[in-house]
């Protein structure tokens, strides 16, 4: 399951960022999707996601707010809008897939995952 995240970048504290997570060849709503993030010599968190199930979705509370997760299944594509960036929320961002029909917080859950975009915020 392929999956290719894009929209890295580097913004100012309070600023605003919206990552992608584009896939083919599959259905993108008969996995559970989510977000991770990732600091030097940190595991990986959840940011958030959305179960296949029944589209219940989650947030970290650090992100709580602040980001939003959706899914676009006609272009298989994912997205997390990220609003009032903060220094804290540095870090590579990776797209995560499991074919499991709920979702959890443990980045094991998932089998397919994009490479890291890097997101700074920073003034």
């Known amino acids: 399951v392929p999956l290719q995240a894009s929209g890295r970048g580097t913004v100012q504290p309070g600023g605003s960022l919206t990552l992608s997570c584009a896939t083919s060849?599959?259905?993108?709503?008969?996995?559970?999707v989510a977000w991770f993030r990732q600091v030097s010599g940190k595991e990986r968190e959840v940011v958030s996601y959305?179960?296949?199930?029944?589209?219940?979705?989650y947030y970290g509370d650090s992100v709580k707010g602040r980001f939003t997760i959706s899914r676009d299944d006609a272009k298989s594509t994912l997205y997390l809008q990220m609003h009032t960036l903060k220094p804290e929320d540095t870090a590579v961002y990776y797209c995560?897939?499991?074919?499991?029909?709920?979702?959890?917080?443990?980045?094991?859950?998932?089998?397919?995952w994009g490479q890291g975009t890097l997101v700074t915020v920073s003034s």
């Open positions: 959305i179960s296949a199930a029944d589209d219940d979705t």
């Open positions: 995560a897939a499991s074919v499991a029909r709920i979702a959890t917080r443990d980045a094991a859950w998932f089998e397919y």
């Open positions: 060849g599959f259905t993108l709503e008969d996995y559970s």
